[in-house]
């Protein structure tokens, strides 16, 4: 749907440690528009209940995920209850 309105999405990850990743997302529009955001999220290495549940490898996974879907759905303006708390444009 984007794509056919001249819209596209990049992700990059800007900066890792060991306890947390940055992840920047830019929509761009085929008319040289852009805005991006920067969101820094903890390493999600541990579940709900605060038990270790994943690899290092899937945790960092799960954070860029996780970063690239909350900045996605702020840039479209997609309301889904999401904390703007890691917000750091």
């Known amino acids: 749907i984007l794509g056919s309105h001249g819209f596209s999405i990049t992700a990059d990850i800007t ?24 969101l820094t999220l903890p390493i999600d ?7 270790a549940n994943k690899t290092e490898i899937q945790g960092i996974a799960s954070s860029i995920t996780y970063a690239k879907r909350v900045a996605i759905c702020a840039l479209l303006n997609i309301s889904t ?5 890691y917000f750091t444009s």
Do not use: A, D, M, P
């Not at 290495?45 to 038990?51: D, E, L, Q």
């Open 15 to 38: 900066e890792q440690t060991k306890e947390s990743i940055s992840v920047e997302v830019t929509l761009l529009h085929k008319g040289g528009h852009e805005k991006s955001l920067k």
């Open 45 to 51: 290495s541990k579940g709900s209940g605060g038990n």
């Open 81 to 85: 209850g999401y904390s703007s708390r």
